[in-house]
């Protein structure tokens, strides 16, 4: 196996433990792989801005894989490498069959969150509650007609999403949208993720490989849900926490800790650090 010169990471219930935080030991480890000259990239289901500060702002963090892969973002350059965008027409053919049910709309645009009021003001209702209460209040601009805001700013959605507080409701739903032919994904037990057919974390870390004239067999992903499938696959080596999902350890390379104890962290001592 090739030297590891990336190593990407999911943050929620991966690289962040229980409290969305990181240990000391392992900042000092993705502090020490940087020294290394390994880029550490974050690859979350996040727009930029709802990346933890300490990890946005840490020296060695150059690049993100944003929104499922829908937007890589240059740190450094402050501009967009590639983008995977959903255009306006599909995405009020989503919000037409989630009318249809018991779950919150919203979207992440150029790097912001945009949910309707009568979703923003109840999320209670769909079981959004402590740090995922307070990311999805600090992220969201909340609008009175999500759909009118759409048709006077159409460009640039990089992702729709729900939250349900049934989740055999959510797995209809999640049949329901596939048909319309996007990428239907989950990052969280009661939440659906849609993007543009064709837009993974995988797709997102290709691209940003190929731009940093990398090939796959450099790079490292670490993750433990379905939005995190593509780019296990994509990568070299994939790494899945013991936390993660059944489907994702069936394809892992390896199965690291748990994200409550440094599981990224052992990944990067195991196969990347000298």
């Given at each position: 196996m090739s030297k590891i010169k990336l190593?990407?990471?999911?943050?929620?219930?991966?690289?962040?433990?229980?409290?969305?935080?990181?240990?000391?030991?392992?900042?000092?480890?993705?502090?020490?792989?940087?020294?290394q000259g390994v880029e550490i990239v974050p690859a979350t289901g996040r727009i930029f801005k709802a990346i933890p500060?300490?990890?946005?702002?840490?020296?060695?963090?150059?690049?993100?894989?944003?929104?499922?892969?829908?937007?890589?973002?240059?740190?450094i350059?402050?501009?967009?490498?590639?983008?995977?965008?959903?255009?306006?027409?599909?995405?009020?053919?989503?919000?037409?069959?989630?009318?249809?049910?018991?779950?919150?709309?919203?979207?992440?645009?150029?790097g912001q969150g945009y949910m309707e009021e009568k979703f923003y003001r109840n999320?209670?209702?769909?079981?959004?509650?402590?740090?995922?209460?307070?990311?999805?209040?600090?992220?969201?601009?909340?609008?009175?007609?999500?759909?009118?805001?759409?048709?006077?700013?159409?460009?640039?959605?990089?992702?729709?999403?729900?939250?349900?507080?049934?989740?055999?409701?959510?797995?209809k739903v999640r049949k329901e949208l596939g048909a319309l032919q996007v990428s239907v994904s989950?990052?969280?037990?009661?939440?659906?993720?849609?993007?543009q057919l064709g837009c993974d974390k995988g797709d997102g870390l290709t691209h940003l490989a190929q731009y940093l004239g990398l090939s796959m067999d450099q790079v490292m992903a670490c993750g433990d849900a379905g939005n995190d499938v593509q780019m296990i696959k994509a990568a070299g080596l994939g790494?899945?926490?013991e936390n993660g999902e059944e489907e994702l350890k069936a394809i892992a390379d390896f199965v690291t800790k748990t994200n409550n104890e440094d599981g990224v962290a052992y990944a990067i001592e195991k196969y990347v650090l000298d």
């Open positions: 190593v990407a990471m999911d943050l929620d219930n991966t690289l962040l433990d229980k409290d969305k935080n990181i240990s000391e030991h392992t900042k000092e480890v993705l502090e020490e792989a940087a020294r500060d300490f990890l946005r702002e840490m020296d060695g963090v150059h690049y993100a894989l944003c929104c499922n892969g829908a937007t890589v973002y240059d740190k350059k402050d501009e967009i490498i590639y983008t995977n965008h959903l255009p306006m027409e599909t995405v009020f053919a989503l919000f037409d069959v989630m009318d249809q049910y018991h779950c919150t709309q919203d979207i992440y645009q150029n999320l209670a209702e769909y079981n959004v509650e402590g740090h995922l209460l307070d990311l999805v209040l600090r992220t969201r601009i909340e609008v009175k007609d999500l759909r009118e805001y759409i048709r006077q700013n159409p460009l640039g959605i990089e992702k729709a999403a729900g939250f349900f507080d049934d989740m055999e409701v959510r797995e989950s990052s969280l037990p009661n939440n659906l993720e849609i993007n790494v899945v926490m």
